[in-house]
Each structure stands twice: as C-alpha cells, then as structure tokens.
C-alpha cells in the first residue's frame, strides 16, 4: 500500500498469518506478513480483525478505524490501513508492528536493566502521547500498561484504541451510557461513579501507569492485578468499596525502591476531585527535570 494519506487498502491475499498476539476487548491481534510478493519480503504487520457476528461493533469499528488513522505522533502505534475480506462484510485493521510486545512483558522479562532513569523515560513518552491525544481532543479511557507497546528499549507507544472517545466539542468530559469493560482499578472515581471520561481522568490512569512502571509490572506489588482475576471484581459493589476508600483518601503505596519524588507525582494524578490533577504537559515537564538531575 502506498504512503498516500488516503486508508491504505491490504489485500486479504496477500496477508500471511504468523501467529496470534493477543486478545483484546473488540477482537484479536494477530501477527501478520503482508507479503505480495510472496517472497517473505514483506513486512510484519499487526491485525485486528473485527469479530464477525458482532455487527453492532462494525459502528465502533469504523470509528477506531477513524480515530487512529488521524493520528500522528511517535508515541502512538501507527495505523497502516484496512483489509476487507467476505465482500465488505468483514473488516480488518492493520497496524504497525512493535516486536517487544507490551510494557508489561518487557519490564517482567527485563526488570535487572531497567533503571529508574528508562522507566522515567518511558513515562515522559507515554505523557508526550496522552498531550498528542489531548490536543486532537481524544480521551483514551483504557491508559494501562497492558496497552503501552515497547519499539524498542528506548521508545514506547500508546496502543488500544478500542474505547478511545473524542470529547464534544462543547464539554470537557465524555460521559458513556454503561459500565466500562476494562478493570476499575484504572478508573478515576468520576469514571466509576457517573461514567464521565476525561483528560483529567486520563491523568488519574497515568498515576496508575507510573505505579506499574515503578513496580516492574508485578502482581505481588499491586493489589489492583491480583484481585482482576474473576470478575466478580467489577460488581457494583466492589467498585463502591473502592470509591469509599478513595474518599478517605486510602491510595495505593509507593512501589518498592520508588523515588519520593515519583510516588508524589503518582498521588497528585490521583487527587479525587478531577480539577487539583496536573495536566499532561506540566507532568512531562516535571518528568523531563527528574530525567536531567536522575544520579543513577
Ligand atoms: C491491531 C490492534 C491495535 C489497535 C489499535 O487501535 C492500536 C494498536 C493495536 C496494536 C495492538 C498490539 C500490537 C502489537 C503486539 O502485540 N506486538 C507484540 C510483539 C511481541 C510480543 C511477544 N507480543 C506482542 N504490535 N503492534 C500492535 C498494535
């Protein structure tokens, strides 16, 4: 497919299946060559294929569709194009292909050579792609390190963009009509109590992403993981537990070996009225004078 601005069109023929990648909330990410030459020349390509009966999702499908292939910035996957296949009743979505998998695999298998310095980097970038969204008015709703891709041991990318909302242009916050489907411990209290999505409640998952990034991404750390098995943690009830406990300004602890600095930063992502949280580019500039004066 050429470098037109125009969604590039991928023939379904000529895209190989290597193997699946993962399962998201919309459907499964698979691992594929697109290779017309038919030489294995081609290039790796990640695809998300729509599941088929589910034709509600093909609405929804086309505005992911939409919404990633308008953005550009170096901290979010970049959309290639679509492949339609069965006439045009199936759909694809072709994305670039990061080959480290997610944050949350690569800081398990490679916690000893990541320093607090790296994992300060990668929350600068993450933060420089949360300001991208936000100045194109989008809010992500599901900033988790499960969604954060590794490119390479010094660049990470925004991905999933599955539930990602754009807010109206009258109003500061998108409201949904049902309970979100990813784990409430990502949620800013406003999300779990009135369903309202905002930058700002972006910026309370941030907080949660900078305490995954501090723990390495380990279960035993954070009580968030452990307790998603079964989802019996996202009854009406639980989710009220964990608002109360919020109110009474419980919050999660600060990660093992954490610096002061950063647990401080995480707890100001996490001040229960939406308006005291920082905004992403006071957070990347605070980011960016940690990296400067880090001693390790
Ligand atoms: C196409 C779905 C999608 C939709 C969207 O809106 C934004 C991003 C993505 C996406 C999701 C996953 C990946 C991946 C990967 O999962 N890579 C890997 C590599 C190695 C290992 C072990 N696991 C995994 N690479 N590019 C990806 C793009």
Request: charged share 20%; net charge neutral.
């Amino acid at each position: 497919p050429g470098l037109s601005q125009e969604p590039s069109l991928y023939e379904e023929r000529h895209l190989r299946y290597i193997n699946l990648l993962g399962k998201g909330n919309f459907g499964s990410v698979e691992l594929c060559r697109y290779d017309p030459l038919g030489d294995n020349t081609g290039e790796l390509v990640a695809v998300k294929k729509l599941q088929p009966n589910k034709q509600s999702n093909m609405a929804e499908f086309q505005r992911e569709i939409h919404t990633i292939s308008s953005l550009h910035c170096e901290n979010i996957v970049k959309y290639l194009g679509v492949c339609y296949s069965m006439g045009r009743l199936n759909m694809s979505l072709v994305m670039e292909y990061l080959p480290n998998g997610s944050l949350v695999s690569y800081l398990e298998k490679n916690r000893q050579n990541v320093n607090s310095k790296r994992l300060l980097l990668f929350a600068s970038q993450i933060c420089k792609g949360m300001e991208y969204l936000q100045s194109m008015r989008y809010v992500h709703r599901d900033l988790a390190a499960r969604n954060i891709l590794v490119a390479s041991e010094t660049l990470v990318k925004i991905a999933d963009f599955g539930l990602t909302k754009i807010i109206p242009f009258d109003k500061e916050y998108y409201r949904v009509t049902h309970p979100g489907e990813s784990p409430i411990f990502w949620y800013a209290p406003e999300s779990i109590t009135e369903f309202k999505f905002s930058h700002k409640s972006d910026v309370w998952s941030f907080g949660i992403v900078l305490h995954e990034l501090f723990s390495y991404c380990e279960h035993k750390q954070n009580p968030k993981k452990v307790s998603m098995i079964g989802n019996d943690m996202q009854s009406p009830s639980i989710a009220m537990h964990l608002v109360n406990i919020l109110k009474e300004n419980w919050r999660l602890p600060a990660p093992l070996h954490c610096p002061p600095r950063v647990y401080a930063m995480m707890l100001n992502c996490w001040a229960y009225n939406s308006e005291d949280r920082p905004s992403f580019s006071s957070l990347g500039e605070q980011i960016k004078t940690y990296i400067q004066d880090d001693r390790e």
